[in-house]
């Protein structure tokens, strides 16, 4: 069976840095293309970054270009974000996961795209 399951959340101040994992199992990694989202509280969940079945053909949303980096090590399984001068406004709950098809399209934000979704894990930034 197919298990996604996200780690490294955290609390962490304003400025600082978190580095989240995603392994998953059950699948062919290296022939999904992966993707990191987030809902915080009231709002609805959206896409964050994507990244192709061989690590390249990525995507940001706007508001973490710059500080957010996306990364997989298809030989772990392991999808990362490295997230850095955090902020207040990226308190939330961060999900994996493994996309339909091997690469990310315009539409990637959209969660149809992404059949296989991890439970999560907490983001709290402080300011």
């Not at 915080?40 to 959206?46: D, T």
């Not at 001068?85 to 959209?110: Q, V």
Request: contains cysteine; proline residues 2%; aromatic residues 12%.
């Amino acid at each position: 069976q197919v298990q996604v399951v996200e780690s490294g959340g955290g609390l962490v101040q304003a400025g600082g840095s978190l580095r989240l994992s995603c392994t998953a199992s059950g699948l062919t990694f290296d022939e999904h293309a992966m993707g990191w989202f987030r809902q915080a509280p009231g709002k609805e969940r959206e896409g964050v970054s994507c990244i192709g079945h061989r690590g390249d053909n990525d995507y940001y949303t706007d508001s973490v270009k710059g500080r957010f980096t996306i990364s997989r090590d298809n030989a772990k399984n392991t999808l990362y974000l490295q997230m850095n001068n955090l902020k207040p406004e990226d308190t939330a709950m961060y999900y994996c996961a493994a996309g339909r098809s091997y690469y990310c399209f315009g539409s990637w934000s959209s969660q149809s795209g992404f059949g296989h979704w991890g439970q999560g894990t907490q983001v709290t930034v402080s300011s």
